[in-house]
């Protein structure tokens, strides 16, 4: 089993390995619509796994 956790932004469905930026990432989608690339490029691909 792959204990790896992850954090999903409920905005945009990215997954992140912290708990903190799948928080930023929520907060920005919300206000902005949109995802900020310094968020996203830590964003997991979830088929890359
Ligand atoms: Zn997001």
Not at 11 to 24: R, V
Request: charged share 35%; net charge positive.
């Amino acid at each position: 089993m792959n204990k790896l956790k992850l954090y999903a932004c409920p905005e945009c469905g990215l997954y992140y390995k912290e708990k903190e930026l799948a928080k930023k990432c929520e907060a920005w989608c919300k206000e902005h619509n949109s995802c900020n690339l310094e968020i996203t490029k830590y964003s997991i691909n979830k088929k890359a796994l």
